[in-house]
């Protein structure tokens, strides 16, 4: 079992940049594949980014790719994604989920563990 914490939201001006980190307790981070998700307000929640258990594949949302990078430090059992050149429709709660294998696809239920969210708010 693993339990995540999200940190690193808060409010930002359209244009900016902003790193959130997914923490993961447990000893086996490195056998978790770890995707970031995000929902906004009365919508479903929407696949992010993912990387795999060695880092070597990071697929992405078509709506991210080029403006945010996702990465992990194994040693320090963390996930972070770097989020530039920031819109207003990026604003949302962002979650990170773990999924116990090699699945870095985008169904949200495919993922086995989730923090709590952190609120990224992107104003004009």
């Known amino acids: 079992q693993v339990q995540l914490v999200e940190s690193g939201g808060g409010l930002v001006q359209a244009g900016g940049s902003l790193r959130l980190s997914c923490a993961a307790s447990?000893?086996?981070?490195?056998?978790?594949?770890i995707a970031w998700f995000r929902q906004a307000p009365g919508k479903e929640r929407e696949f992010v980014a993912a990387i795999s258990r060695s880092g070597s594949l990071t697929p992405y949302a078509d709506s991210v790719k080029g403006r945010f990078t996702i990465s992990r430090d194994n040693a320090k059992n963390t996930v972070y994604v770097q989020m530039n050149s920031l819109k207003q429709e990026d604003t949302a709660v962002y979650y990170c989920?773990?999924?116990?294998?090699?699945?870095?696809?985008?169904?949200?239920?495919?993922?086995?563990?989730w923090g709590q969210g952190t609120q990224v708010t992107v104003s004009s």
């Open positions: 447990g000893r086996t981070f490195s056998s978790y594949a």
């Open positions: 989920g773990a999924n116990n294998g090699y699945y870095i696809g985008s169904i949200a239920s495919k993922y086995d563990y």
